[in-house]
């Protein structure tokens, strides 16, 4: 499975950005076959990798408690695609984000599935 992501970038404290992550079309459908959770992780220069928010193949949502309230997660399954809203971006928010899809039903929270793909990571800079 290939996980292809777009959008990031630089935004100023309070602005918003959407992150998009999609499967490529030589991975077929599987978002609706062999994928279950799909996640949103980042890792920060000299900090652990951290699990920002993930949704089940059932829709249960869970986040980071630095991002409730202000990041949305959502998944097309039609699409093969998983989306990160981040809205009233803070510049602690700066990391790199990669997507993730793991076939068991819950994300890992370090991201140590043996059963999952990661997208390429994408910048996000929020200056204050």
């Known amino acids: 499975v290939e996980l292809v992501q777009s959008g990031g970038g630089l935004v100023q404290a309070g602005g918003s950005l959407k992150l998009s992550c999609a499967a490529s079309?030589?991975?077929?459908?599987?978002?609706?076959?062999?994928?279950?959770?799909v996640a949103w992780y980042r890792q920060a220069p000299g900090k652990q990798r951290e699990l920002v928010a993930s949704?089940?193949?059932?829709?249960?949502?869970n986040y980071a408690d630095s991002v409730k309230g202000r990041f949305t997660i959502s998944r097309d399954n039609v699409k093969n695609s998983m989306y990160l809203q981040m809205n009233n971006l803070k510049p602690e928010d700066t990391a790199v984000y990669y997507c993730?899809?793991?076939?068991?039903?819950?994300?890992?929270?370090?991201?140590?599935?043996?059963?999952?793909?990661w997208g390429q990571g994408t910048q996000v800079t929020v200056s204050s």
């Open positions: 079309a030589a991975s077929g459908n599987v978002f609706s076959t062999i994928i279950n959770a």
């Open positions: 993730n899809a793991d076939e068991n039903y819950y994300s890992d929270p370090l991201g140590l599935s043996s059963y999952d793909y």
């Open positions: 949704i089940t193949g059932h829709g249960i949502t």
